[in-house]
């Protein structure tokens, strides 16, 4: 939905700002119409009857809103360790490769995982909107590839070779997952029942028959408020490629680079 993406884009106090904003409004603008065509006395003839009417619909509409945010906090969190544990495995991969007897297969290998790492990080920066980065999945296809023609010379370089074709091949499978969650987004069906079931929520609050003006005023513009920010909780999750909540790069992988820019240490000088 185009009110999503455009609250995603946003700074995160400015869209929660504008979204209870826009909810209280909504409010306060619908009971004063209603307010202005029906009297507050004859809605308090029916407050028995919208009150236990209110309270099926209130914990019907929780329950949704609660489902959605189980939901997309679950994704969240899955993304999240996915992308942890591919991180972790960057760093054990390049120090088995770094670490490989064979010399100069070694250098090919961290020829082709700094590529790729590189390529990761470019097309990161460049798009965040979670398209599949081609250029990456090619560099690491051919690495994949190099090691699957490996065969190794020692008993050493098989215990390495194994490792080294096991924690790729996970790399290549988090990596995937990490992708696709970039470009997982709820449905539009339960945008429509979240936003729909807001206005319905919010709205029958204006049935309710009170003798304080402004305290009916205020308790629906706190309830207008509450719902504003649960559902700014789901936008903020149910898009993991912007806004505060983001999943980007690996941090392993910002540390291959770091420490691959990094000048060897110097010799110490010995007596």
């Avoid at 209870?20 to 029906?38: M, N, R």
């Avoid at 100069?104 to 909107?129: K, P």
């Avoid at 449905?187 to 029958?204: D, E, L, R």
């Avoid at 009170?210 to 205020?218: L, Q």
């Amino acid at each position: 939905m185009f009110l999503v993406l455009s609250l995603q884009l946003l700074p995160q106090w400015l869209a929660l700002f504008l979204i209870v904003a826009s909810f209280v409004t909504f409010s306060i603008a619908g009971f004063l119409i209603v307010h202005h065509f029906i009297p507050a006395k004859v809605r308090q003839i029916h407050n028995d009857v919208a009150g236990f009417v209110f309270a099926t619909l209130g914990v019907t509409y929780g329950v949704l809103l609660g489902f959605v945010v189980f939901v997309v906090w679950g994704q969240y969190d899955e993304a999240k360790t996915n992308m942890e544990n591919e991180s972790s495995l960057m760093l054990v991969l390049h120090k088995n490769i770094k670490v490989y007897p064979d010399k100069q297969v070694s250098d090919q290998m961290m020829q082709g995982l700094i590529t790729f790492i590189r390529q990761s990080v470019e097309e990161h920066s460049v798009d965040a909107a979670g398209v599949p980065p081609e250029h990456a999945s090619q560099t690491i296809d051919q690495l994949l590839t190099l090691v699957d023609d490996l065969v190794p010379n020692s008993g050493h370089e098989q215990i390495l070779y194994f490792q080294i074709l096991e924690h790729l091949n996970n790399v290549i499978k988090l990596r995937s997952l990490r992708l696709d969650a970039l470009r997982e987004h709820s449905p539009s069906i339960v945008w429509i029942g979240v936003f729909f079931g807001a206005v319905i929520t919010i709205g029958f609050t204006f049935l309710f028959g009170t003798e304080n003006f402004w305290g009916h005023i205020v308790i629906m513009s706190l309830l207008a408020a509450l719902i504003a920010a649960v559902i700014y909780i789901v936008i903020e999750l149910d898009d993991l490629s912007a806004g505060s909540v983001s999943i980007g790069i690996p941090h392993g992988y910002i540390k291959v680079l770091e420490t691959t820019a990094s000048p060897p240490p110097l010799p110490s000088n010995s007596s």
